[in-house]
């Protein structure tokens, strides 16, 4: 069965460069959720898009943007890193906004800031 | 808000005893439950899930958990554990449904982690 697919698994990037988180759902899944999870940290829910809207938002910091394509992948844009910024980046998807219809994780993105 | 308390930081555990891993939630609304493990660098695999129904859940790998409403708790367990079993299990809450003005359910509040490590 199809999974949610990030890319790329692994990126390392300097202080105060940019970084692109790809997420491509499960066919037919309209919502996106994105978390963070920092080192030894639990997951934190930075932000959800349904039908290509923002639907929800977290704790996700000003510097952070992201968007939901019409091909429903959507993408996190870092800019301005910092070593905070260092964690492993989860996106999720499901067949609209309730729990209850196929929510599914990905592997996961681990941004290395240095 | 939701919030979600893992009890357990760290729970050691012999190989083939029975693991209970605590977990309590707070929510205004009616909730969904859920576990999730984590194997070191990995992603994580949900376990199981309580929607509605019956209150005994079983998942994966030999794991259940009991949705107790009144102590607002959904605690894990398995009778025999392996060594394969050792990895940081994560309880987490999201609101149940979905409203008509629109707010997003499907946010996943994490509780903290508890580490299960089994020995041989």
């Known amino acids: 069965a199809a999974g949610v697919i990030q890319s790329p698994r692994h990126l390392i990037k300097e202080k105060r460069e940019t970084a692109t988180l790809k997420c491509y759902p499960i066919?037919?899944?309209?919502?996106v959720y994105w978390y963070q999870q920092g080192p030894g940290q639990d997951p934190q829910f930075l932000i959800s898009f349904y039908e290509k809207m923002q639907s929800d938002k977290g704790s996700i910091p000003d510097r952070f943007s992201a968007q939901q394509f019409s091909d429903y992948h959507s993408e996190l844009n870092m800019s301005s890193l910092e070593l905070g910024d260092s964690a492993l980046y989860f996106c999720?998807?499901?067949?609209?906004?309730?729990?209850?219809?196929?929510?599914?994780f990905g592997s996961g993105t681990r941004l290395t800031v240095v | 808000a939701q919030s979600v308390t893992q009890l357990d930081s760290q729970v050691p555990v012999f190989e083939e005893a029975p693991v209970e891993l605590r977990c309590n939630y707070s929510?205004?609304?009616?909730?969904?439950l859920f576990w999730y493990v984590q194997y070191p660098n990995q992603g994580l695999q949900l376990l199981l899930k309580?929607?509605?129904?019956?209150?005994l859940v079983k998942g994966i790998n030999g794991f259940e958990a009991e949705f107790n409403k009144s102590q607002t708790s959904f605690h894990l367990r398995k009778p025999s554990v392996h060594i394969s079993d050792t990895a940081e299990y994560f309880c987490a809450v999201s609101d149940a449904g979905f409203n008509a003005g629109g707010t997003s359910y499907g946010k996943l509040t994490f509780g903290q982690g508890t580490i299960l490590t089994v020995h041989p």
């Open positions: 066919p037919r899944h309209d919502t």
């Open positions: 929510s205004s609304v009616s909730v969904y």
């Open positions: 999720a998807s499901s067949l609209g906004q309730s729990m209850a219809y196929g929510y599914t």
């Open positions: 309580y929607l509605s129904g019956s209150t």
